[in-house]
């Protein structure tokens, strides 16, 4: 959300004010649309696998045998990614 105000248009920043302040029956997936125009989603991933690399390398770092980390590691690239 924060990252939506601070990339908008005027246009694109009105029709999200006037989402948080009203309940539609299409509120989610006009706020979704909104979101993928400001690339927000695009974003979400670039960030998303800065985490997993950050995680990785501090997994690499940790004093415990590979053998026994490879198993998070494997879990960790899982949840990131998997879809929905």
């Given at each position: 959300m924060i990252r939506a105000l601070e990339d908008h248009n005027p246009t694109q920043k009105e029709e999200l004010d006037q989402l948080l302040q009203i309940d539609r029956e299409d509120k989610v997936e006009s706020v979704l649309k909104l979101y993928k125009d400001c690339k927000i989603d695009q974003w979400a991933l670039e960030l998303k696998g800065q985490f997993l690399n950050d995680a990785l390398t501090h997994f690499?770092?940790?004093?415990?045998?590979?053998?026994?980390?490879?198993?998070l590691k494997d879990l960790?690239?899982?949840?990131?990614?998997r879809e929905h």
């Open positions: 690499d770092d940790m004093a415990v045998v590979s053998k026994r980390k490879q198993p960790a690239i899982f949840l990131v990614k």
